[in-house]
Antibody, heavy 116, light 113 residues
Framework: EVLLVESGGGLVQPGGSLRLSCATS????????MNWVRQAPGKGLEWISY????????YYADSVEGRFTISRDNAKNSIYLQMTNLRADDTAVYYC?????????WGQGTLVTVSS | DIVMTQSPESLAVSLGERATINCKSS????????????LAWYQQKSGQPPKLLFY???TRESGVPDRISGSGSGTDFTLTISSLQAEDVALYYC?????????FGQGTKVEIK
């Protein structure tokens, strides 16, 4: 069974930092590119970052460019999202998603709340 | 950025009736070199992550019932539920993966009338 499990979310003050993790199992992790997608409360889906199989290609949405850093550890079957200089509008559920054509597998998400 | 616009924002359909969701992209998402539309559809039920329904606009993901279909090309796409069932109540999103930033439509809420 394919599993993606996000962790690391929580309450953080504006300007603070947080590191999200996405642990995967049930598939050949080093054969897939991965993504982070977020969803603000009651809002739609926003793709925010992509990392290729070997991490040689990385993309970010403009909304997080320069503040967020995606990485992966193929030995641990995991991806990460280092988030810095967090703002109130970063409040959202953060999902990791496997890239296939489209995003074919998603985790349950981890909630990040940015508030003082 | 490619803007994805879905219509309607919500619709209420009687059980067994047809539901149709439209998705329009601000730019062509058809890549002639491989003859594919870089368009996906997702279903998101309350409190759950999205679930991929279709990729390449009309290729059904494993397990998706055949009463749900995807169609369209270029800039205009449609998700059709031919006979609405109670388990189809959800938000539906289209997404282009033709070029970054990959963008989603704003979502269409499907309810039972």
């Amino acid at each position: 069974e394919v599993l993606l499990v996000e962790s690391g979310g929580g309450l953080v003050q504006p300007g603070g930092s947080l590191r999200l993790s996405c642990a995967t199992s049930g598939f050949s992790f080093n054969g897939y590119s991965m993504n982070w997608v977020r969803q603000a409360p009651g809002k739609g889906l926003e793709w925010i970052s992509y990392i290729s199989i070997s991490a040689t290609t990385i993309y970010y949405a403009d909304s997080v460019e320069g503040r967020f850093t995606i990485s992966r550890d193929n030995a641990k079957n995991s991806i990460y999202l280092q988030m810095t200089n967090l703002r109130a509008d970063d409040t959202a559920v953060y999902y990791c998603a496997r890239a296939s054509p489209g995003f074919d597998c998603w985790g349950q998400g981890t909630l990040v709340t940015v508030s003082s | 950025d490619i803007v994805m616009t879905q219509s309607p924002e919500s619709l209420a359909v009687s059980l067994g009736e047809r539901a149709t969701i439209n998705c329009k992209s601000s730019q062509n998402v058809f890549y002639s070199a491989d003859n594919k539309n870089y368009l996906a559809w997702y279903q998101q039920k309350s409190g759950q992550p999205p679930k991929l329904l279709f990729y390449w606009a009309s290729t059904r993901e494993s397990g998706v019932p055949d009463r749900i279909s995807g169609s369209g090309s270029g800039t205009d796409f449609t998700l059709t539920i031919s006979s609405l069932q109670a388990e189809d109540v959800a938000l539906y999103y289209c997404q282009q993966y033709y070029t970054t930033p990959w963008t989603f439509g704003q979502g269409t809420k499907v309810e039972i009338k």
